[in-house]
């Protein structure tokens, strides 16, 4: 079956470690993003990807990192001077346009929660 | 500013009434729109979009929505509602450029009564 797959599906870290949460689709998919999801905030975009070795930040890139070494796996890093870490994180796939001003569909993965003990 | 706005933050209909939650945006030109529904600590599905031609456009699990151009809307409609259909409910919409970003309201939570 073709999906993302978010691990691990709940993560607990202590102040002052970074962790890495991995992301992974087989859709063959250019389009990679990252979000985080708060309570009544919706989810707000951290970086994105459109192809390899290259990516963007997003809305709210402060304190984590991203890497694109291979178009399958987009892995979030959320560094220590992430002031505010606990949250879901959902991780989006998506197929480019091949006509300009055009749009697919974002697949999104299960997601991982991540608690700051 | 460019913004989404789901005006509703909870919305409570009994099983069997229909549904209808709002969404409102502010951009330049008509952007891409989108529904995504979250069931409880899961990821988003697509429920419907819209890109251009008919206004009213059919999704899935029964679900419509209207775009009106005048009052720059697209409003998520179910004529009736199943117990399965609580979740939260995302609009989220893409401006008509090659950065293929989405951009998402706050979210409705449905609740469903027997």
């Known amino acids: 079956d073709g999906g993302i797959t978010q691990s691990p599906k709940y993560l607990f870290r202590k102040e002052g470690q970074n962790v890495t949460l991995s992301c992974e689709q087989n859709?063959?998919?250019?389009?990679m993003y990252w979000y985080r999801q708060d309570p009544g905030q919706g989810l707000r975009l951290i970086y994105y990807?459109?192809?390899?070795?290259?990516?963007q930040k997003g809305d709210i890139a402060e304190g984590y990192s991203v890497s694109r070494e291979k178009k399958e796996s987009f892995p979030l890093t959320v560094t220590s001077a992430q002031k505010n870490p606990t949250a879901f994180y959902l991780c989006?796939?998506?197929?480019?346009?091949?006509?300009?001003?055009?749009?697919?569909?974002?697949?999104f993965g299960p997601g991982t929660r991540l608690t700051v003990l | 500013a460019q913004s989404v706005t789901q005006p509703d933050i909870h919305i409570t209909v009994s099983e069997g009434a229909s549904l209808e939650l709002r969404c409102n945006y502010s951009?330049?030109?008509?952007?891409?729109l989108f529904w995504y529904v979250q069931s409880p600590g899961q990821g988003l599905q697509l429920l419907l979009k819209?890109?251009?031609?008919?206004?009213l456009v059919q999704g899935i699990k029964g679900f419509e929505a209207e775009f009106k151009r005048s009052q720059s809307s697209f409003n998520l409609r179910k004529p009736s509602v199943h117990w399965s259909d609580a979740a939260e409910y995302f609009c989220?919409?893409?401006?008509?450029?090659?950065?293929?970003?989405?951009?998402f309201g706050a979210g409705t939570t449905v609740t469903v009564r027997a």
């Open positions: 989006a796939s998506m197929a480019l346009p091949g006509a300009p001003s055009s749009y697919n569909e974002q697949f």
């Open positions: 859709l063959n998919h250019d389009a």
């Open positions: 990807s459109q192809i390899v070795n290259d990516f």
């Open positions: 951009y330049g030109a008509t952007p891409y």
């Open positions: 819209y890109f251009s031609g008919d206004t």
């Open positions: 989220a919409v893409a401006p008509r450029s090659n950065d293929y970003k989405l951009s």
